[in-house]
């Protein structure tokens, strides 16, 4: 909290300089456990959902985000933000362990479905991993929809929490279904003109 609170004033600034602005905040948890679940568009993202929220989201980031030789900058967003690393390559089980300890312990746990940044305006395939982890601990999800026009807007449009269904099953059977779900969500926050591509994410957390 210490971080967050140093950190969020900064940052605060520096978003005015790129047309930061959200709506929905009223839809926010302000306690308790929450997986958020948003598209990704840029580098400002998971320290632009923090300002959002205003309480602290772990995100899973890149390990090399990490390594100030690549970006000083994101390495400084990653560190205040409470960012932990993974290997996109080889997940491995440790980033599942984290992300289920720190939602059981009742923090605020960001993940961006698309994998990566896409600048544009489409919705990129989904994978299953925000699925498992909600189907999982039967969390609250909140959906979150960004957008940006560079130099004129940054949009933070916050949907409402909601669980997903406690479908039984294995979870290659389990998780597409559950990943639809939470993909359609946040399409709802998006504006209608952008493109949704088609959904063929097939990785499920073992």
């Known amino acids: 909290m210490i971080r967050f609170w140093i950190?969020?004033?900064i940052f605060r600034v520096v978003a005015l300089f790129y047309h930061f602005r959200c709506t929905g905040y009223e839809n926010v948890p302000r306690k308790g456990p929450l997986l958020v679940v948003a598209?990704?568009?840029?580098?400002?993202?998971p320290v632009a959902i923090n300002l959002a929220l205003k309480r602290p989201v772990r995100f899973m980031a890149k390990k090399e985000a990490f390594d100030p030789r690549n970006s000083l900058?994101?390495?400084l967003m990653v560190r205040i933000f409470f960012a932990y690393p993974v290997d996109r390559e080889?997940?491995?089980?440790?980033?599942i362990r984290r992300t289920m300890e720190y939602l059981e312990r009742g923090d605020c746990v960001g993940i961006f479905p698309e994998g990566t940044r896409h600048d544009d305006t489409k919705?990129?395939?989904f994978t299953h991993g925000a699925a498992y982890f909600a189907w999982k601990t039967g969390v609250p999800v909140l959906p979150i929809g960004i957008t940006e026009?560079?130099?004129?807007?940054y949009h933070i449009n916050i949907g409402k929490p909601f669980q997903v269904p406690r479908l039984e099953g294995r979870p290659h059977k389990v998780l597409p279904e559950l990943t639809r779900l939470i993909r359609d969500k946040v399409r709802e926050l998006l504006p209608p003109d952008w493109e949704i591509l088609e959904d063929d994410a097939d990785q499920v957390p073992q």
Request: charged share 35%; proline share 15%.
């Open 7 to 9: 950190g969020w004033p």
């Open 39 to 45: 598209n990704h568009n840029s580098r400002k993202d």
């Open 73 to 75: 900058f994101e390495c």
């Open 90 to 95: 080889k997940p491995g089980p440790e980033a």
């Open 123 to 125: 919705l990129h395939p």
């Open 149 to 153: 026009e560079k130099g004129k807007d």
